[in-house]
C-alpha cells in the first residue's frame, strides 16, 4: 500500500516542481533531491510489500517511510498554501513582509531536515537486497498460482447453487438455442464467491453435454494474448496436445476453424481479468465460426469486464446462506462420519457469519478449525480477525488480495479508504468523493474537475466489484473485501500505541466523533474531545456530525490542513472567525444545524470552499456580503435572503412583486445545488437590478438541483438576455414547494430534468415560444386533476413526487412519461381517485412505488399486480389499511410504518430481502422469507415477542437472517 500514498505525494512534489513553487520559497534544489530520492525508493516498494510478511526489518523500514512520506505531504501542502495565498494578494507589499521571509526561512529548514531522513531510509534499503521493478506495472499471476480445469470436485456438489446453475442452463440450453450470433453470459462476484465452481455445474450438466457439440474450458486469468487462449481452447476441444507444434497465428486460427466450423459450442473462459475492448473484439472474431446457438461463459470479478463482452443478462452471483456455509465449514472441519458436538455446532453456526456468504472462506476457516475440537479453540475463531486466523497465510487473503493488486495504483488509496468505516456502512457517493477530495486521493485531470475524476474512480472500484451500491445507490463494500482493505490499510498506517497522547500524534489525518475513530490509524481508545482534536495539526477531515457541540474554539484555526468540517446536528449557534483563516477548507456542512444564526462575517476569505451545507439552518436569518467572492462554489444548498446590499451574487428572475435585490449567482459558474428561500422577507424587485452588467450566459450551467420554498408570488424562472432555452441546461431536480410559480422554461430545454416535486404550489407551463398554456398544475387540496401529459417533454423524467392530489388524468401524450417513470410518490393524495384509468398498468419499467399519509386507502389498487419491475414499496401513515396484496410477492424491500389497523402480511414474499416494520400493532406473524437479510422490527409487541433471538415463535423463520434489529421503540 505505501507505493499508492507515495505516488501520492510525488506527483503533488513534481506539480510543485513544475510550478516554480521551490523557486519562489527558495527551495527548488531540495525539492529536486528530494524527488529524485523519493523516486529511488519507489521503484523497490512492490518488492518490499511483497516479502514485509515475512520479514519483520522490512515492515519497520516501510513503516519509517510512511511516517516521513506523511511529513512530507504537510510540508508540501503548506508550500501550496503559502503559494496559493498569495496569488490571492493584491499587495505588492505583502509579497516581501517579514511574515512571509520567516515561513521561506522555516520551510528551507524543514524541508532540509525532512530530505536528510528520506536519504537516510533510501541508504537502509539496500541490506535487504530488493528488486527494482518498474512503476505501475501489473502484478504477475505468480502471486497467487492459480489455474482451474473444468473436471467436477467433490465439494462442488453440495454448494447450494443449484438454483443458479438451473437458470443458466435453461438459458444456454433453451433461450439461445435458435440465435444466430454468439452468445456471451458472463457471472459476476468477487473472490472466492464459487464463480468457477458454478461454471463447473454448468459445464458438467448433462443438458449442456447433450446441447452442444463441442465443449472448451480455458483459464484465462491475466493472460488474454489471443495466440495462447486460441491454443487452449484447441488443447481443450481436442483432449491432446495438439496446438503445441503452431506458431504462427493464422495456422492457429485455421485449425481451429476446422475444429469448431459449423458446430455449436460452448466456450467457458474462466477468471477474466482484460477490460480492454480492442482486444476482445479481436478475439470475438475468431470465435464467430460457430454454428447458431453457440455460446461462451464468462466468469469475472469485474462488472466493467462484463459490460464488454456481454450479450445476456449478466449473472450476478449471490452470497451463501448461513446454512450451507456451515455445511461447507462442517464438511472441511470433521471427517464424513464424525459426529459434531452440540456445543461446537452453536459456535460454528456464529462463526460462518464471518464468511458473509462466501464459499472459500468457510472452507478456509474449516480446514483452521480441522484438528480442533476444544470449544476455546472454535471461540477463537469466532473472535478473531479472518486474517489473523492462521500463522500462514490461508488461501482467502491471496484470493482477494489479487482484485486489489489489478487496480491501478492511482485508486488504491481510494479503495483502501473504506477501511476506516464500520462494517455494512453506506455513504452517499457525493460525500465519499468529498472525503476522498479531501485527503488529497484524487485530484482533477485535463478538462475533468476533481469531482468528475472521483465519480469516475468510485465507478471504477464499482465495476471491479470492490465497491458495491445499495438500493440507494449508496456506496459500501462487501464484509470480506472490507477486511482486505483493512487488512491493507493496517500495512500502511503509522503505528499509535495507545499510551500516547492523542494530542502528539502528527500522523492523524481524520477523525470522526461519531464513530469515535481516528485516522490514521483506524481506531483509538481514547476519548475524543473538541478540544484535543483542535491540536491535531496535521488533520483533513473532523466529523462531528451529531454532536452536542455548543461552542467552536478560535483554535480551530490551528488545522490549517483542513479540507472537510462536519458540523452537522450540532446545537452550534455562532462560528468564530477564525475558522475563516481555514485556507484550504473545501467543505463545510452545517446540515440542521437549527440553532445557528449567523455565519462568520469573513467567510469570503474561504477562497477554496467548493460546498456550503446548510439544509435545515430555520435560524439562519441572513448571509455574509459579497457570497460571489466564492466563485469556487458548487454546493449552496440554503440562501437566506437578508437586507443587506451586498447580499447580491446574480440570478434572473423576472416579475418578482415581492423580492428586492434577488442574489445574484451568475458569479458562481460551478454552482451544482441551490437552496433558495424567501424565509417570510417582503421586497420589491426593481427592473434596472435584474442581470444588469453581467454576463447572463453563464446563468445556471452547472446547475443540477434546485428548491425554491415560500415564493407565494414569483412569476417565473427565465433569461431575460438570452434564449430561456439555456436557463437550466443541466438542471436534474426541480423540487418547488409553496410557491406560485407561473412561468417555467420551456420542458423540452429541460432534457436532463430526472426529478420533480410539487408542494403546495401553483405551476404554469411555457410553450416552445414562451407563451404560458392555460393549463395549471396547483398541487394542493383544492386541485380537481394533475395532468401526466404536461410531462410529456421531460424525455429523462425518472422520479415524480405530487402532493395533495385529488386525481391524477391519463391521456395518450401522458402514457410515455409513465412508461419510462423508476420511481413515484403519491403524498395526500386520494389515492383510489388518483390511480383510476388504468394508471398503473402503464407504469411497466417502476421500481419504486410510495404511498404516504393517504388517510381513505384501505387496501392497495388491484392493478399492482401489473407493476413488474417493482422492487420497493413504502407504505406510510395509512391509518385505514388493513391487509396487503398477495401481488406484491416480487418485492426485494418492503418499508411498512405507522399502518394501526395493517393485521397482516402477505403470505408468500420470496424475494424480500429488506423489511422494515414500525408501529404497526397489529401485526402478529411474519411469514417465511427464504432471502431475506435485513429485518427492523419497532413498536410492534407481537412481532417482538415471536421474533425473540432463539425463543420466539417466529424466530425459525428469521435465524438466517444477517443484520437483525428488534426494539419497542
Same mark, same amino acid.
Given at each position: 500500500?505505501?507505493?499508492?500514498?507515495?505516488?501520492?505525494?510525488?506527483?503533488?512534489?513534481?506539480?510543485?516542481?513544475?510550478?516554480?513553487?521551490?523557486?519562489?520559497?527558495?527551495?527548488?534544489?531540495?525539492?529536486?533531491?528530494?524527488?529524485?530520492?523519493?523516486?529511488?525508493?519507489?521503484?523497490?516498494?512492490?518488492?518490499?510489500?511483497?516479502?514485509?510478511?515475512?520479514?519483520?526489518?522490512?515492515?519497520?523500514?516501510?513503516?519509517?517511510?510512511?511516517?516521513?512520506?506523511?511529513?512530507?505531504?504537510?510540508?508540501?501542502?503548506?508550500?501550496?498554501?503559502?503559494?496559493?495565498?498569495?496569488?490571492?494578494?493584491?499587495?505588492?507589499?505583502?509579497?516581501?513582509?517579514?511574515?512571509?521571509?520567516?515561513?521561506?526561512?522555516?520551510?528551507?529548514?524543514?524541508?532540509?531536515?525532512?530530505?536528510?531522513?528520506?536519504?537516510?531510509?533510501?541508504?537502509?534499503?539496500?541490506?535487504?537486497?530488493?528488486?527494482?521493478?518498474?512503476?505501475?506495472?501489473?502484478?504477475?499471476?505468480?502471486?497467487?498460482?492459480?489455474?482451474?480445469?473444468?473436471?467436477?470436485?467433490?465439494?462442488?456438489?453440495?454448494?447450494?447453487?443449484?438454483?443458479?446453475?438451473?437458470?443458466?442452463?435453461?438459458?444456454?440450453?433453451?433461450?439461445?438455442?435458435?440465435?444466430?450470433?454468439?452468445?456471451?453470459?458472463?457471472?459476476?462476484?468477487?473472490?472466492?464467491?464459487?464463480?468457477?465452481?458454478?461454471?463447473?455445474?454448468?459445464?458438467?450438466?448433462?443438458?449442456?453435454?447433450?446441447?452442444?457439440?463441442?465443449?472448451?474450458?480455458?483459464?484465462?486469468?491475466?493472460?488474454?494474448?489471443?495466440?495462447?487462449?486460441?491454443?487452449?481452447?484447441?488443447?481443450?476441444?481436442?483432449?491432446?496436445?495438439?496446438?503445441?507444434?503452431?506458431?504462427?497465428?493464422?495456422?492457429?486460427?485455421?485449425?481451429?476453424?476446422?475444429?469448431?466450423?459449423?458446430?455449436?459450442?460452448?466456450?467457458?473462459?474462466?477468471?477474466?481479468?482484460?477490460?480492454?475492448?480492442?482486444?476482445?473484439?479481436?478475439?470475438?472474431?475468431?470465435?464467430?465460426?460457430?454454428?447458431?446457438?453457440?455460446?461462451?461463459?464468462?466468469?469475472?470479478?469485474?462488472?466493467?469486464?462484463?459490460?464488454?463482452?456481454?450479450?445476456?443478462?449478466?449473472?450476478?452471483?449471490?452470497?451463501?446462506?448461513?446454512?450451507?456455509?456451515?455445511?461447507?465449514?462442517?464438511?472441511?472441519?470433521?471427517?464424513?462420519?464424525?459426529?459434531?458436538?452440540?456445543?461446537?455446532?452453536?459456535?460454528?453456526?456464529?462463526?460462518?457469519?464471518?464468511?458473509?456468504?462466501?464459499?472459500?472462506?468457510?472452507?478456509?476457516?474449516?480446514?483452521?478449525?480441522?484438528?480442533?475440537?476444544?470449544?476455546?479453540?472454535?471461540?477463537?475463531?469466532?473472535?478473531?480477525?479472518?486474517?489473523?486466523?492462521?500463522?500462514?497465510?490461508?488461501?482467502?487473503?491471496?484470493?482477494?488480495?489479487?482484485?486489489?493488486?489489478?487496480?491501478?495504483?492511482?485508486?488504491?488509496?481510494?479503495?483502501?479508504?473504506?477501511?476506516?468505516?464500520?462494517?455494512?456502512?453506506?455513504?452517499?457517493?457525493?460525500?465519499?468523493?468529498?472525503?476522498?477530495?479531501?485527503?488529497?486521493?484524487?485530484?482533477?485531470?485535463?478538462?475533468?474537475?476533481?469531482?468528475?475524476?472521483?465519480?469516475?474512480?468510485?465507478?471504477?472500484?464499482?465495476?471491479?466489484?470492490?465497491?458495491?451500491?445499495?438500493?440507494?445507490?449508496?456506496?459500501?463494500?462487501?464484509?470480506?473485501?472490507?477486511?482486505?482493505?483493512?487488512?491493507?490499510?493496517?500495512?500502511?498506517?503509522?503505528?499509535?500505541?495507545?499510551?500516547?497522547?492523542?494530542?502528539?500524534?502528527?500522523?492523524?489525518?481524520?477523525?470522526?466523533?461519531?464513530?469515535?475513530?481516528?485516522?490514521?490509524?483506524?481506531?483509538?481508545?481514547?476519548?475524543?474531545?473538541?478540544?484535543?482534536?483542535?491540536?491535531?495539526?496535521?488533520?483533513?477531515?473532523?466529523?462531528?456530525?451529531?454532536?452536542?457541540?455548543?461552542?467552536?474554539?478560535?483554535?480551530?484555526?490551528?488545522?490549517?490542513?483542513?479540507?472537510?468540517?462536519?458540523?452537522?446536528?450540532?446545537?452550534?449557534?455562532?462560528?468564530?472567525?477564525? %475558522?475563516?483563516? =481555514?485556507? !484550504? #477548507? /473545501?467543505? $463545510?456542512?452545517?446540515?440542521?444545524?437549527?440553532? &445557528?444564526?449567523? @455565519? *462568520?462575517? +469573513? %467567510?469570503?476569505? =474561504?477562497? !477554496? #470552499? /467548493?460546498? $456550503?451545507?446548510?439544509?435545515?439552518?430555520?435560524? &439562519?436569518?441572513? @448571509? *455574509?456580503? +459579497?457570497?460571489?467572492? =466564492?466563485?469556487? #462554489?458548487?454546493? $449552496?444548498?440554503?440562501?437566506?435572503?437578508?437586507?443587506?446590499?451586498?447580499?447580491?451574487?446574480?440570478?434572473?428572475?423576472?416579475?418578482?412583486?415581492?423580492?428586492?435585490?434577488?442574489?445574484?449567482?451568475?458569479?458562481?459558474?460551478?454552482?451544482?445545488?441551490?437552496?433558495?428561500?424567501?424565509?417570510?422577507?417582503?421586497?420589491?424587485?426593481?427592473?434596472?437590478?435584474?442581470?444588469?452588467?453581467?454576463?447572463?450566459?453563464?446563468?445556471?450551467?452547472?446547475?443540477?438541483?434546485?428548491?425554491?420554498?415560500?415564493?407565494?408570488?414569483?412569476?417565473?424562472?427565465?433569461?431575460?438576455?438570452?434564449?430561456?432555452?439555456?436557463?437550466?441546461?443541466?438542471?436534474?431536480?426541480?423540487?418547488?414547494?409553496?410557491?406560485?410559480?407561473?412561468?417555467?422554461?420551456?420542458?423540452?430545454?429541460?432534457?436532463?430534468?430526472?426529478?420533480?416535486?410539487?408542494?403546495?404550489?401553483?405551476?404554469?407551463?411555457?410553450?416552445?415560444?414562451?407563451?404560458?398554456?392555460?393549463?395549471?398544475?396547483?398541487?394542493?387540496?383544492?386541485?380537481?386533476?394533475?395532468?401526466?401529459?404536461?410531462?410529456?417533454?421531460?424525455?429523462?423524467?425518472?422520479?415524480?413526487?405530487?402532493?395533495?392530489?385529488?386525481?391524477?388524468?391519463?391521456?395518450?401524450?401522458?402514457?410515455?412519461?409513465?412508461?419510462?417513470?423508476?420511481?413515484?410518490?403519491?403524498?395526500?393524495?386520494?389515492?383510489?381517485?388518483?390511480?383510476?384509468?388504468?394508471?398503473?398498468?402503464?407504469?411497466?419499467?417502476?421500481?419504486?412505488?410510495?404511498?404516504?399519509?393517504?388517510?381513505?386507502?384501505?387496501?392497495?389498487?388491484?392493478?399492482?399486480?401489473?407493476?413488474?419491475?417493482?422492487?420497493?414499496?413504502?407504505?406510510?401513515?395509512?391509518?385505514?389499511?388493513?391487509?396487503?396484496?398477495?401481488?406484491?410477492?416480487?418485492?426485494?424491500?418492503?418499508?411498512?410504518?405507522?399502518?394501526?389497523?395493517?393485521?397482516?402480511?402477505?403470505?408468500?414474499?420470496?424475494?424480500?430481502?429488506?423489511?422494515?416494520?414500525?408501529?404497526?400493532?397489529?401485526?402478529?406473524?411474519?411469514?417465511?422469507?427464504?432471502?431475506?437479510?435485513?429485518?427492523?422490527?419497532?413498536?410492534?409487541?407481537?412481532?417482538?415477542?415471536?421474533?425473540?433471538?432463539?425463543?420466539?415463535?417466529?424466530?425459525?423463520?428469521?435465524?438466517?437472517?444477517?443484520?437483525?434489529?428488534?426494539?419497542?421503540?
Amino acid at each position: 500500500m505505501a507505493e499508492a500514498f507515495l505516488q501520492l505525494v510525488l506527483d503533488k512534489l513534481i506539480s510543485l516542481i513544475n510550478r516554480e513553487i521551490g523557486l519562489i520559497l527558495g527551495v527548488d534544489e531540495v525539492m529536486k533531491k528530494l524527488c529524485s530520492t523519493l523516486t529511488t525508493i519507489q521503484a523497490v516498494l512492490e518488492d518490499a510489500e511483497d516479502k514485509q510478511i515475512e520479514s519483520k526489518p522490512i515492515q519497520n523500514w516501510l513503516q519509517k517511510l510512511n511516517d516521513i512520506v506523511y511529513v512530507i505531504d504537510d510540508v508540501l501542502d503548506e508550500c501550496n498554501t503559502e503559494v496559493s495565498k498569495l496569488d490571492h494578494s493584491h499587495s505588492k507589499y505583502s509579497r516581501c513582509s517579514l511574515k512571509k521571509i520567516l515561513f521561506r526561512h522555516k520551510i528551507a529548514r524543514r524541508m532540509k531536515q525532512v530530505n536528510e531522513k528520506v536519504e537516510a531510509i533510501a541508504a537502509e534499503r539496500t541490506k535487504f537486497h530488493l528488486r527494482e521493478m518498474p512503476v505501475h506495472r501489473p502484478r504477475e499471476v505468480s502471486l497467487v498460482s492459480r489455474e482451474t480445469a473444468s473436471l467436477l470436485n467433490e465439494s462442488d456438489k453440495i454448494l447450494g447453487r443449484e438454483e443458479d446453475k438451473d437458470k443458466i442452463v435453461k438459458m444456454l440450453v433453451n433461450d439461445v438455442k435458435d440465435k444466430q450470433e454468439m452468445s456471451v453470459l458472463p457471472i459476476i462476484g468477487i473472490g472466492g464467491l464459487g464463480k468457477t465452481t458454478l461454471a463447473r455445474l454448468v459445464f458438467n450438466d448433462p443438458q449442456v453435454e447433450q446441447h452442444f457439440d463441442v465443449r472448451i474450458w480455458v483459464c484465462v486469468s491475466n493472460n488474454f494474448e489471443m495466440k495462447t487462449l486460441v491454443k487452449a481452447m484447441i488443447e481443450s476441444a481436442t483432449g491432446s496436445g495438439k496446438a503445441t507444434d503452431l506458431q504462427h497465428l493464422d495456422a492457429i486460427e485455421r485449425r481451429f476453424w476446422e475444429l469448431l466450423s459449423e458446430k455449436r459450442y460452448l466456450i467457458v473462459m474462466d477468471d477474466v481479468w482484460n477490460d480492454h475492448q480492442d482486444k476482445w473484439f479481436e478475439l470475438r472474431d475468431v470465435l464467430s465460426c460457430g454454428s447458431a446457438g453457440s455460446s461462451v461463459v464468462v466468469t469475472t470479478r469485474q462488472k466493467k469486464v462484463a459490460d464488454i463482452m456481454t450479450t445476456l443478462p449478466c449473472h450476478c452471483l449471490e452470497g451463501l446462506s448461513d446454512e450451507y456455509c456451515w455445511a461447507l465449514l462442517q464438511q472441511r472441519a470433521f471427517g464424513p462420519d464424525e459426529e459434531v458436538p452440540p456445543q461446537l455446532e452453536i459456535t460454528g453456526k456464529h462463526i460462518v457469519k464471518k464468511c458473509a456468504g462466501v464459499p472459500l472462506a468457510a472452507t478456509t476457516l474449516g480446514g483452521i478449525l480441522r484438528f480442533k475440537r476444544r470449544e476455546e479453540e472454535w471461540i477463537h475463531v469466532r473472535d478473531s480477525g479472518i486474517w489473523k486466523l492462521s500463522g500462514e497465510e490461508s488461501s482467502m487473503m491471496p484470493a482477494l488480495r489479487l482484485s486489489y493488486y489489478h487496480v491501478p495504483v492511482e485508486l488504491r488509496q481510494c479503495f483502501a479508504y473504506f477501511a476506516s468505516f464500520p462494517k455494512d456502512h453506506y455513504i452517499g457517493k457525493e460525500e465519499l468523493i468529498r472525503l476522498w477530495m479531501a485527503h488529497g486521493y484524487i485530484s482533477s485531470k485535463w478538462t475533468l474537475q476533481v469531482e468528475d475524476v472521483g465519480n469516475e474512480i468510485c465507478d471504477e472500484l464499482l465495476l471491479r466489484s470492490l465497491l458495491q451500491a445499495n438500493e440507494n445507490n449508496d456506496i459500501g463494500m462487501h464484509d470480506l473485501v472490507h477486511d482486505l482493505a483493512e487488512s491493507i490499510m493496517e500495512n500502511k498506517v503509522p503505528a499509535l500505541q495507545s499510551e500516547r497522547n492523542l494530542a502528539s500524534t502528527s500522523t492523524i489525518r481524520e477523525v470522526n466523533l461519531q464513530q469515535k475513530t481516528a485516522l490514521f490509524p483506524k481506531t483509538f481508545q481514547q476519548d475524543m474531545n473538541i478540544t484535543s482534536i483542535l491540536e491535531l495539526k496535521s488533520l483533513r477531515v473532523l466529523d462531528a456530525m451529531g454532536k452536542a457541540i455548543k461552542y467552536l474554539p478560535p483554535s480551530i484555526s490551528n488545522l490549517k490542513h483542513l479540507r472537510y468540517l462536519n458540523l452537522s446536528r450540532s446545537e452550534i449557534r455562532t462560528l468564530p472567525n477564525s %475558522l475563516c483563516t =481555514l485556507w !484550504n #477548507l /473545501q467543505t $463545510l456542512n452545517l446540515d440542521y444545524c437549527d440553532r &445557528l444564526v449567523a @455565519m *462568520p462575517k +469573513k %467567510l469570503t476569505s =474561504l477562497r !477554496n #470552499l /467548493q460546498h $456550503l451545507c446548510l439544509w435545515g439552518c430555520k435560524s &439562519l436569518r441572513e @448571509m *455574509p456580503s +459579497k457570497m460571489r467572492e =466564492l466563485n469556487g #462554489l458548487k454546493t $449552496l444548498s440554503m440562501f437566506v435572503l437578508g437586507h443587506k446590499r451586498g447580499n447580491q451574487l446574480e440570478i434572473s428572475i423576472i416579475d418578482c412583486e415581492n423580492i428586492k435585490r434577488f442574489p445574484k449567482l451568475g458569479e458562481l459558474p460551478h454552482l451544482k445545488n441551490l437552496f433558495l428561500t424567501n424565509m417570510g422577507v417582503e421586497y420589491i424587485i426593481e427592473e434596472e437590478e435584474v442581470g444588469s452588467g453581467h454576463p447572463v450566459k453563464i446563468l445556471f450551467v452547472a446547475l443540477k438541483y434546485l428548491h425554491l420554498v415560500d415564493f407565494p408570488n414569483l412569476k417565473g424562472l427565465s433569461n431575460k438576455q438570452e434564449s430561456s432555452k439555456e436557463a437550466f441546461p443541466n438542471l436534474e431536480a426541480l423540487w418547488i414547494e409553496r410557491c406560485s410559480l407561473l412561468i417555467l422554461p420551456p420542458l423540452s430545454s429541460l432534457q436532463k430534468l430526472e426529478r420533480l416535486a410539487c408542494h403546495s404550489s401553483t405551476l404554469g407551463l411555457l410553450s416552445e415560444h414562451g407563451i404560458p398554456r392555460n393549463r395549471w398544475i396547483e398541487i394542493e387540496e383544492s386541485l380537481a386533476c394533475f395532468p401526466i401529459e404536461m410531462l410529456a417533454k421531460l424525455s429523462k423524467l425518472r422520479t415524480l413526487v405530487i402532493h395533495k392530489a385529488k386525481e391524477i388524468s391519463v391521456t395518450t401524450e401522458g402514457l410515455q412519461v409513465l412508461k419510462e417513470l423508476k420511481r413515484l410518490c403519491l403524498n395526500n393524495c386520494e389515492i383510489m381517485r388518483c390511480l383510476t384509468q388504468g394508471m398503473l398498468r402503464h407504469l411497466s419499467s417502476l421500481e419504486d412505488l410510495a404511498i404516504w399519509n393517504c388517510p381513505e386507502l384501505l387496501e392497495l389498487p388491484q392493478d399492482i399486480k401489473h407493476l413488474r419491475s417493482l422492487k420497493f414499496l413504502t407504505l406510510y401513515d395509512l391509518p385505514k389499511m388493513t391487509s396487503l396484496s398477495q401481488a406484491i410477492e416480487h418485492l426485494t424491500n418492503l418499508h411498512l410504518e405507522d399502518l394501526p389497523e395493517l393485521e397482516s402480511l402477505p403470505d408468500q414474499l420470496p424475494s424480500l430481502t429488506r423489511l422494515v416494520v414500525v408501529d404497526c400493532p397489529k401485526v402478529v406473524s411474519i411469514p417465511a422469507l427464504p432471502n431475506l437479510k435485513r429485518l427492523t422490527v419497532r413498536g410492534c409487541p407481537h412481532l417482538e415477542r415471536r421474533c425473540q433471538r432463539g425463543s420466539g415463535e417466529d424466530w425459525h423463520k428469521i435465524a438466517h437472517v444477517r443484520s437483525i434489529n428488534i426494539s419497542s421503540k
